[in-house]
T-cell receptor
Framework: AQSVTQPDIHITVSEGASLELRCNYS??????LFWYVQSPGQGLQLLLK??????LVQGIKGFEAEFKRSQSSFNLRKPSVHWSDAAEYFC????????????FGTGTLLAVQP | DVKVTQSSRYLVKRTGEKVFLECVQD?????MFWYRQDPGLGLRLIYF???????EKGDIPEGYSVSREKKERFSLILESASTNQTSMYLC?????????????FGPGTRLLVL
């Protein structure tokens, strides 16, 4: 079955420290992969997406993600976290083709310590 | 900027009531989606619509119905609300095509069923 797994429910980092949020997928073919962020009281905002090509993807707000087929992973990274990055982060995936269905992970809640 | 609005941010209803959640998008998107978001479960697709009067079941349609009479508006209906439908409901929309088209989310409606 298609699935997207985010192993970390909650992560705390210090402001200025680097960040890596983990995402693993299970598909037969290469999926389309996305990272969304949900700030408190807000809807989801797309940070970045990967379809094919360069495996390192740049997104908004200084985030990047790397697709690693050998590890079935699409981890989100940021070199220096700001207090405003505190939010919940969702990884999502989908098969290509005509489907519009995204499969979401369970989310990782990021807390940023001063 | 794409705007997806939801009629209520917070809603309190009683068991057995009929509940309407409204979503409006202003970008002429063909596709619209309803998700529910629960802690530890991420987002799960309830229904989506790819055109006026067209709908397709998502992963958890039981207890819900939808209506799309106009392109910009997509309604989620709880025919007889139950306490297990207490949740955050998110609406999204995107252009017709594959899942490559970014889904834009509304701010969510937090529903409490007593």
């Amino acid at each position: 079955a298609q699935s997207v797994t985010q192993p970390d429910i909650h992560i705390t980092v210090s402001e200025g420290a680097s960040l890596e949020l983990r995402c693993n997928y299970s598909y037969g073919a290469t999926p389309y992969l996305f990272w969304y962020v949900q700030s408190p009281g807000q809807g989801l905002q797309l940070l970045l997406k990967y379809f094919s090509g360069d495996t390192l993807v740049q997104g908004i707000k200084g985030f990047e993600a790397e697709f690693k087929r050998s590890q079935s992973s699409f981890n989100l990274r940021k070199p220096s976290v700001h207090w405003s990055d505190a939010a919940e982060y969702f990884c999502a995936g989908a098969y290509g083709g005509a489907t519009n269905k995204l499969i979401f992970g369970t989310g990782t809640l990021l807390a940023v310590q001063p | 900027d794409v705007k997806v609005t939801q009629s209520s941010r917070y809603l309190v209803k009683r068991t057995g009531e009929k509940v309407f959640l409204e979503c409006v998008q202003d970008m002429d998107h063909e596709n619209m989606f309803w998700y529910r978001q629960d802690p530890g479960l991420g987002l799960r697709l309830i229904y989506f619509s790819y055109d006026v009067k067209m709908k397709e079941k998502g992963d958890i349609p039981e207890g819900y119905s939808v209506s799309r009479e106009k392109k910009e508006r997509f309604s989620l209906i709880l025919e007889s609300a139950s306490t297990n439908q207490t949740s955050m409901y998110l609406c999204a929309s995107n252009l017709q095509g594959s899942v490559r088209e970014t889904q834009y989310f509304g701010p969510g409606t937090r529903l409490l069923v007593l």
